[in-house]
């Protein structure tokens, strides 16, 4: 398996610890993407997901300019502010961390200009660039003229080719971080070489971005298991009343699909057989149990049943690999967590390697106290999809190849 030197081959990105960055300015990109809540950090932990490149570069000599979006700002908007994060890294390191007016323009260039080795400073929010999500080609450029070095270490948005992931990788020479270099080892061992049986769990409600997954691991895993909104297109498909459920209706098509790979392939894939029913989406909405799959008008279809929770459990403890993303119900609402909370707590007791990606699974992992129990928890949802289909990801595609590059 891939851990320590030897994997980085199987990688064949330059990585940030090869990087010459004594007395350079290093331009890193990272995934500060964090929830808010009161005009502070609710969750920090992607803040500290990215501090070991952070202090590598800190410590080797480099003056540090980090660049990360906020949620979907449509202008300037102040409640998207990077504020919040500045302080939050600054209590962390133990640092100062001042934050830029902007993500370019001259007086971000001027404190650039400022900065000592081992000094700190934030961009503001990226997408308060209108250019940024465009990649657009001169706002590249004009990033790029902040700094000697590219280092990009925001895995979860590597699977978007934008300014600060993509364009300005063109202009400087870029290196991996440390935690995209880790979760890129961590993924593609699953997705390559994984222990056997690989069992991929699968759920939540983004069916269309996840089905890709399926399609791909038909093919590779020894077991599927589905749960969450997920499994409605499957039960649509198989011609099952589905009621007020919820079901993306472009997925069923997708669903029809992978059901007929699943029958020509040696990978089972089990759908429920139970499931807990509401009336609304809501945590006050009247429940029922519902011992099979046809959902009556009226009642929607909001967790896995005990017997399915119960079944996949089992299967989870007898995995080599397990391979989680999205949760079997609407865990937010208590009267539908026990499924989630069952798998979670099934993978967390496993014995074999131990993989979770997806906000929402992570965050239910978070609320159950589990979260440290799980050999990798991936910080990117999408990206960590795409990486898992086999997909390229931008982010990575832009940086420099391994080959050749000495500390
Ligand atoms: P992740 O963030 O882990 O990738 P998703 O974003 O795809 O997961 O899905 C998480 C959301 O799916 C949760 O908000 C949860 O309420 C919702 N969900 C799960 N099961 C159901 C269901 N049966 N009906 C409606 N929503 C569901
Ligand atoms: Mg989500």
Redesign the pocket.
């Given at each position: 398996m891939s851990d320590g030197d030897g994997g980085e081959a199987a990688f064949g990105k330059a990585s940030v610890r090869d990087a010459p960055v004594e007395g350079r300015r290093v331009l890193v990109r990272v995934d500060f993407n964090v929830p808010l809540e009161d005009g502070g950090v609710a969750d920090d932990t992607r803040i500290r997901a990215a501090i070991p490149t952070i202090e590598l570069l800190r410590e080797r000599g480099a003056a540090v300019i980090l660049a990360s979006h906020l949620g979907r700002p449509k202008d300037r908007e102040p409640e998207l502010s990077l504020r919040p994060v500045a302080d939050r890294l600054g209590e962390l390191i133990g640092a100062e961390v001042k934050l830029a007016p902007g993500l370019v323009g001259d007086d971000v260039t001027a404190l650039t200009e400022g900065l000592e080795p081992g000094e700190v400073l934030l961009l503001e929010n990226s997408r308060y660039e209108p250019g940024e999500t465009k990649n657009d080609a001169e706002l590249a450029e004009r990033l790029a003229g902040l700094a000697d070095v590219y280092v990009n270490d925001a895995f979860g948005a590597a699977h978007r080719a934008h300014a600060t992931t993509e364009g300005v990788a063109r202009h400087l020479p870029a290196y991996a971080g440390l935690l995209l270099e880790r979760e890129v080892l961590e993924l593609s061992a699953v997705r390559d070489d994984p222990s056997r049986p690989l069992v991929v769990v699968l759920?939540?409600?983004?069916v269309s971005d996840?089905v890709g997954v399926l399609e791909r691991f038909i093919d590779v895993a020894d077991e599927i298991l589905v749960g969450?909104?997920m499994c409605f297109v499957f039960f649509r498909a198989q011609g099952h009343e589905t009621g007020a459920?919820?079901v993306e209706e472009e997925g069923i098509e997708l669903a029809r699909r992978v059901l007929d790979a699943a029958e020509g392939s040696r990978c089972e894939l089990r759908l429920p057989t139970d499931l807990v029913l509401g009336e609304e989406?809501d945590a006050r909405t009247e429940t029922r149990e519902l011992d099979g799959v046809d959902v009556p008008d009226g009642w929607?279809?909001?967790?896995v049943g005990p017997e399915t929770a119960t079944a996949y459990a089992e299967v989870i403890a007898g995995a080599g690999t397990v391979l989680w993303?999205?949760?079997?119900?609407?865990?937010?609402l208590g009267p539908f967590a026990a499924g989630t909370r069952a798998v979670a707590e099934a993978v967390a007791a496993a014995p074999g390697r131990t993989v979770v990606g997806?906000?929402?699974?992570v965050a239910a992992l978070e609320e159950f106290g589990l979260a440290d129990r799980i050999d990798w928890v991936s910080t990117g949802?999408g990206a960590s999809l795409e990486l898992l289909e086999g997909k390229a990801l931008p982010g990575i595609e832009a940086l420099r190849d391994a080959e050749g590059v000495k500390a």
């Open positions: 759920g939540g409600a983004k996840k969450g909104a459920s919820l989406f929607m279809g909001l967790d993303n999205g949760p079997m119900g609407a865990f937010e997806g906000g929402d699974s949802g």
